[in-house]
C-alpha cells in the first residue's frame, strides 16, 4: 500500500509540473514580449482600460517598450451563443472562433491578454448547456494562442452591477462561477488574473460610505474609473504594487515622472492599431468602424511613439533630477509622496560599522525639524544664540550657508523646540516657520526674500505645547494652518513677495484641546485641480487653493466629545483616500477624498477603535498602512480594508516613539525617544534587522534620499550609507 501510494503521490507531483511547466513570473514574461495583444468584448474594445496599461509600460522604460494592439470586438463571446433578438434583432453576437486565428496571425502577439464572459451567460441565470459552452469557448483560445507560438494570459470576467441593471436573478452570481472556474485552470499552469473578485469587493466597500457607488452605470460596461480598476488588476498582476495606489491612470503617470501629455497619444495609438487591426482580420460584427491599412497605422503609430518619446527626452532635460534622481529630493516634512516613504533606492539595514557612518555634524542648537532635502541642500532649521535659523548643508556635511530669522521661543515640552516645523521647499525658495510665529521665503543661498510674524499680525499662540505644524506649498503660495483655542485659520502667502493672498478662518467647537492641532496639511491632486487637505479640531477639510473656501468637510470623530483629543499625528493620502489617526492613539479612519458639503455620512471608508498611533504619523508601504504606535507596537493595516495583516513589536523599553517612521527600499525606519533606531524589514511581515543607537535624544524624522539617510538627533546631523 505505502508502494501505490508513493507511485500515486510521485505521478500527481509529477502531472502537475507538466501542467505549470509554462508558467512565467509576470515580470519576466512582460519583458520578453515585444507585441502585447489583447482580446475581448466591447470593454476591451472600448478601449480606456488597455491604454491605461499601455501609458503604465511607457513608464517602465522596458528596452523595447512592447508594442500594444487592442483587437477587441464589441458584443463579442467565446462560447459562440447569442440571446433572441441582439441587437434589436440585427445580428447574432459575433463569435471569437470565427475570426481568432485571423488575428493572431494578423498581430503576431508574444503575449494575449483576454478577458471573456460578461456576455456568455447571456443575461440568463446559470445553466449547464452556457457554462459548458464557455469552458470549450476558452480551452479552445487557449489552445490556438499556444498553437500560435504566445503565452496567454485570461483576466476573469468583470464584475455585474445588480444592483444598476436588476434582473429577477443575480447575473453576478452567474459570472461568479465562471470567475472560479477559470481561477481553478491556475493548477493546470493557466495564467489567470481575478479581475471580478476585487471588483465585486471594491464595489461593496465603497457603497458602504456611498450607497449608489458604481463603476458600471449600465451594469456592464465601466466608466473611467472603472477602466482603470481593470487595468490596475493587470498591472498590480505583472507586480507594479503601486499603480494601484493611485486613484486615477495621470495620478499614476505624475508619481512616476512622466509628462502629462503623453497619455492622450498613448489613447490615439491604442485607437489607431486597434481600428487597423480589427479591420484587416475581419469580423462579421456590423457597425464597426473600419480603420486604416496596416501600412498606414503602422506609420501613424510610430509618429505618436516618436512624439512620446519627445515628451518623455523633454522632461528629462527640464528636470536635471527628476528622472535620473527619481528620489534624490525629500522637498518636506513627510517625502516627496507625503506618505513617509521613499520609493526608489536601497538602504542600510543597520549601522553598527563605524564605515557607514558617511558623516556627523555638530549643531548649533537644539531642534525638532526633519531634513528637507533638494539636489546637493540639505535644509533644516536650529536656534543659534536664542535666534531663529534656518541652516544648509551638502552631501559632505559641509555648511553652506545660515541664516537667522528672528527671536526664539524656546520649546516648553521635553521632547520639543522652537525649531519643530519643517522647512519646505521648491527647488527656487525656502520657507521657514516657527514657534515665535516666524514665516519666511529664502533663496536657495539663504538670503531673505521676505519675512512677516504671525502671531504678531493674528493672533497669539495658544497650543499647550510647541507648534509642529510645517508649512505646505501650492504652485503660487506658501500656505500655513493655525490651528489653536480661538481664532484658528488657514492663511496663504505669495512665494515671492510674501505678500497674503488669501486668509479663512477654521473655527470648530469642540471639547478642551479639541481644537488644537500640530499636524502638518497635504496638497492632493482631486479631479485633476489641487486640493489642500487639512486635519485639525476633530474636522478634516478640502480647501481651494485660490482662495481657501472650504469645498468639503468630514466630522464625527468624536461622538463622545471626550476631552483633549488634540491632533498630534498628522493624517496621510494614499489614493483617494485619506487615513486619519485620532483619540489620542486609539483610532484611524479612512475618508474618501472629494464630494462637497459635509461628507461625514458619505465619505467614510472603514473606522478601527482598537489602533492608531498618537505622535507619530503613519507611513504607507504598496497597499498597506504601517501604523508605530507611542509604545513601539508595530501594526500593519491594509488601505482598503482597514485590516489588520499582521502586527508586531519593537523591544518593550520605558521611553517613547514621537518621530515618524520612515519606509525606504521596504525597511521600516523607527527612532525611539531615547535614540534607538530600529529597522525592520516590512514586505512581507514583520522582521526586525537592528537596533541602532545614536548617543543622542531622536525626535525628528528620519530622511531616505538616493541611497543615503539622514538622522537628526538633538545636537547631531547624521548621513549614513553603504
Known amino acids: 500500500m505505502r508502494t501505490l501510494f508513493s507511485i500515486g503521490l510521485s505521478l500527481f507531483v509529477f502531472l502537475s509540473a507538466i501542467a505549470t511547466i509554462d508558467a512565467q ?100 441565470p446559470f445553466d449547464e448547456g452556457r457554462f459548458k459552452r464557455y469552458q470549450q469557448g476558452m480551452q479552445n483560445l487557449n489552445a490556438q494562442v499556444e498553437k500560435a507560438g504566445a503565452k496567454l494570459v485570461i483576466v476573469t470576467p468583470p464584475f455585474y ?58 451594469g456592464v460596461h465601466p466608466n473611467a474609473d472603472g477602466h482603470w480598476f481593470v487595468a490596475r488588476q493587470v498591472i498590480r498582476w505583472f507586480g507594479d504594487d503601486t499603480a494601484s495606489s493611485s486613484a486615477t491612470p495621470r495620478e499614476m503617470l505624475k508619481a512616476k515622472k512622466i509628462p502629462e501629455g503623453v497619455l492622450p497619444l498613448v489613447e490615439e495609438r491604442v485607437s489607431v492599431l486597434r481600428d487597423a487591426y480589427v479591420s484587416a482580420a475581419g469580423h462579421k460584427r456590423p457597425g464597426v468602424a473600419a480603420g486604416l491599412p496596416i501600412g498606414e497605422a503602422e506609420a501613424k503609430a510610430q509618429e505618436l511613439s516618436q512624439r512620446i518619446g519627445e515628451l518623455l527626452a523633454s522632461a528629462g532635460r527640464e528636470s536635471s533630477t527628476a528622472e535620473r534622481a527619481g528620489e534624490r529630493n525629500w522637498p518636506r516634512w513627510r517625502g516627496p509622496h507625503d506618505d513617509g516613504s521613499s520609493r526608489e533606492g536601497a538602504y542600510a539595514e543597520g549601522w553598527q560599522d563605524p564605515k557607514q557612518i558617511l558623516w556627523k555634524v555638530k549643531l548649533p542648537g537644539i531642534g525638532c525639524s526633519t531634513p528637507a532635502v533638494w539636489d546637493d541642500h540639505i535644509l533644516l532649521t536650529c536656534p543659534i544664540e536664542g535666534q531663529n535659523a534656518a541652516l544648509a548643508f551638502d552631501w559632505q556635511g559641509n555648511l553652506l550657508w545660515r541664516t537667522t530669522l528672528g527671536e526664539e521661543s524656546a520649546g516648553k515640552h521635553r521632547n520639543g523646540s522652537g525649531c519643530n516645523p519643517s522647512l519646505v521647499t521648491d527647488g527656487q525658495h ?40 510645517s508649512p505646505v506649498l501650492t504652485e503660487k503660495a506658501v500656505v500655513v494652518a493655525v490651528m489653536h483655542t480661538g481664532g484658528s485659520y488657514l492663511a496663504a502667502f ?96 479612512a475618508v474618501r477624498l472629494g464630494g462637497s458639503g459635509d461628507v461625514t455620512e458619505t465619505h467614510r471608508a472603514w473606522t478601527r477603535q482598537d489602533t492608531g498611533s498618537f505622535v507619530p504619523t503613519p507611513a504607507v508601504q504598496g497597499d498597506n498602512l504601517i501604523v508605530v504606535r507611542d509604545e513601539g507596537e508595530v501594526e500593519c493595516l491594509d488601505l482598503r480594508t482597514g485590516e489588520t495583516v499582521w502586527k508586531d513589536r519593537f523591544p518593550k523599553h520605558r521611553t ?67
Open 161 to 218: 452591477d445588480d444592483q444598476q441593471a436588476p434582473k429577477p436573478f443575480s447575473y453576478q452570481e452567474v459570472l461568479v462561477r465562471y470567475a472560479g472556474w477559470l481561477i481553478d485552470q491556475r493548477d493546470q499552469g493557466w495564467m489567470v488574473v481575478d479581475l471580478n473578485g476585487p471588483m465585486a469587493k471594491e464595489v461593496a466597500r465603497r457603497r458602504m460610505t456611498e450607497p449608489s457607488f458604481t463603476f458600471q452605470p449600465d
Open 430 to 469: 525656502v520657507f521657514a516657520y516657527f514657534k515665535s510665529g516666524e514665516l519666511a521665503g529664502l533663496d536657495f543661498g539663504g538670503s531673505v526674500l521676505w519675512k512677516t510674524n504671525l502671531q504678531e499680525r493674528f493672533a497669539k499662540d495658544t497650543l499647550y505645547w510647541d507648534i509642529g505644524t
Open 656 to 722: 517613547k516613539y514621537y518621530a515618524s517612521p520612515l519606509i525606504a527600499g521596504g525597511k521600516l525606519y523607527a527612532p525611539r525617544e531615547d535614540g534607538m533606531v530600529f529597522v525592520a524589514d516590512v514586505r512581507d511581515k514583520f522582521q526586525l534587522l537592528s537596533s541602532n543607537d545614536m548617543g543622542e535624544r531622536v525626535i525628528a524624522s528620519p530622511v531616505a534620499v538616493a541611497g543615503r539617510l539622514l538622522i537628526r538627533g538633538e545636537e547631531h546631523l547624521v548621513c549614513i550609507g553603504e
Open 494 to 589: 505669495d512665494k515671492q513677495t510674501g505678500e497674503l493672498q488669501w486668509k479663512v478662518a477654521r473655527d470648530y467647537k469642540t471639547p478642551v484641546e479639541g481644537d488644537q492641532s500640530y499636524a502638518t496639511p497635504i496638497l492632493v491632486e482631486q479631479g485633476g485641480e489641487p486640493v489642500i487637505v487639512v486635519w485639525g479640531a476633530e474636522h478634516l477639510t478640502g480647501h481651494a487653493p485660490d482662495d481657501g473656501r472650504i469645498l468639503w468637510s468630514c466630522g464625527g470623530f468624536n461622538p463622545e466629545r471626550n476631552p483633549n483629543w488634540v491632533a498630534v499625528a498628522s493624517a496621510v493620502v494614499a489614493g483617494d483616500l485619506a487615513i486619519v489617526p485620532y483619540g489620542r492613539g486609539s483610532r484611524v479612519t
Open 25 to 124: 513570473e509576470p515580470r519576466e514574461l512582460l519583458e520578453q514580449s515585444r507585441r502585447i495583444v489583447f482580446l475581448g468584448d466591447s470593454i476591451t474594445a472600448a478601449g480606456p482600460y488597455v491604454a491605461d496599461v499601455d501609458a503604465w509600460l511607457v513608464s517602465q522604460r522596458l528596452n523595447p517598450t512592447p508594442k500594444v494592439i487592442d483587437a477587441g470586438l464589441p458584443s463579442e463571446t467565446v462560447s459562440g451563443l447569442s440571446e433572441e433578438g441582439h441587437a434589436g434583432g440585427q445580428f447574432p453576437r459575433p463569435d471569437l472562433e470565427e475570426r481568432l486565428e485571423r488575428v493572431l496571425k494578423a498581430t503576431k502577439p508574444d503575449l494575449v491578454i483576454a478577458c471573456y464572459g460578461i456576455n456568455c451567460g447571456i443575461y440568463e
